[in-house]
């Protein structure tokens, strides 16, 4: 099956300074979603980003699938940016879709 | 987007019961999946509930130990069978509104004792 990894796999950072997450996925997707899973585990949706570029404030995504990856920036970080970072590569057969998670980047911003 | 309600929210249960978990869903959603997520780890998909007929489970994952069911296109219930503390997780609902959408549940934490 397809596999999905990111890195760095944990990341620390001072508030206000700058990151790039990255998301390899293995074979040709049909989307990509980023989601930020807060200290209290609720997954927060970013970004829907089957390619190109995106952004929302301090963050954005770019996605280039033809040589399958992904990037999530995170800019002037924020102690309420600390958690988990998935992204999540969806696959389609036969009439449906499911999603498939990467391995996660844990952010911990310190004041 | 969707909001997604799950109960329990946790639960502490003794090896060798069952547990069943609910989601609802505030709109008809196309798709309703169950995942799982083991302590600092990923989520892993678990099957996709399928509205009127069984559900479609991943490798690893049977009928018999996580019975799905969702007999409408709001509602879906998780069942994890005769537990064991390897069952000890986050038990997660998503929903999607077509492909390119997925809304999480906040969770269900098992601990089995």
């Known amino acids: 099956g397809i596999q999905v990894e990111q890195s760095p796999p944990d990341l620390i950072l001072q508030e206000g300074a700058n990151s790039t997450l990255r998301c390899n996925f293995s074979d040709s997707v049909n989307n990509l979603q980023w989601f930020h899973q807060n200290p209290w585990g609720q997954l927060i949706n970013l970004f829907y980003i089957p390619s190109g570029t995106k952004q929302n404030g301090r963050l954005s995504a770019t996605t280039v699938a033809t040589e399958r990856y992904s990037l999530l920036y995170i800019s002037s970080s924020q102690t309420t940016d600390s958690g988990v970072y998935f992204c999540a590569v969806e696959r389609r057969t036969s009439g449906t879709y499911k999603y498939i998670f990467g391995t996660g980047t844990r952010l911990k911003v310190l004041a | 987007s969707a909001v997604i309600s799950q109960k329990p929210s946790r639960d502490i249960c003794q090896r060798g019961t069952s547990l069943t978990i609910q989601c609802q869903v505030d709109?008809?959603?196309?798709?309703m999946f169950w995942y799982r997520q083991q302590p600092g780890q990923s989520l892993t998909l678990i099957a996709t509930?399928?509205?009127?007929?069984?559900?479609?489970?991943e490798s690893g994952f049977v009928i018999d130990k996580f019975p799905i069911s969702r007999p409408n296109l709001t509602f879906s219930t998780l069942t994890v069978s005769n537990m064991s503390p390897e069952d000890s997780s986050i038990y997660l609902c998503s929903a999607g509104q077509g492909a390119g959408t997925q809304y999480f549940g906040p969770g269900t934490r098992l601990l089995v004792l």
């Open positions: 509930a399928n509205q009127g007929s069984e559900a479609t489970y």
């Open positions: 709109s008809q959603v196309t798709m």
